[in-house]
């Protein structure tokens, strides 16, 4: 099991750039599989970007592709958002999650199995 806890979220201009973290307890964090989905006001949860395992792959929406880049340090256990060139699409709330092992549907939410609260990204225009 593993307990996540994002930092990072704030007020940003359009144009400007945030970097969240997702800090995970325990010893086994380079088992498993890392994402990012957020929540926008009055809309669904969606994917955002997912890393596998080693961080050897990444996946991102296109929304955010070539604006955002996953990462991850298995010796820290933590995962990062890098946002860059924030738009004010991009407010919402943003969430890590984490499933154990590899999965061919990094994209869909159900995969996961753990989450964080949440951090919430504000840009404004």
């Known amino acids: 099991q593993v307990q996540l806890v994002e930092s990072g979220g704030g007020l940003v201009q359009a144009g400007g750039s945030l970097r969240l973290s997702c800090a995970a307890s325990g010893r086994t964090f380079r088992s498993y599989t890392m994402g990012w989905f957020r929540q926008a006001p009055g809309k669904e949860r969606e994917f955002v970007a997912a890393i596998t395992l080693s961080g050897a792959n990444t996946y991102y929406a296109d929304s955010v592709k070539g604006r955002f880049t996953i990462s991850r340090d298995n010796v820290k256990n933590t995962g990062y958002l890098q946002m860059n060139s924030l738009k004010p699409e991009d407010t919402a709330v943003y969430y890590c999650?984490?499933?154990?092992?590899?999965?061919?549907?990094?994209?869909?939410?159900?995969?996961?199995?753990?989450w964080g609260q949440g951090t919430q990204v504000t840009v404004s225009s």
């Open positions: 999650a984490a499933r154990w092992g590899v999965s061919a549907q990094v994209l869909e939410e159900t995969e996961y199995a753990y």
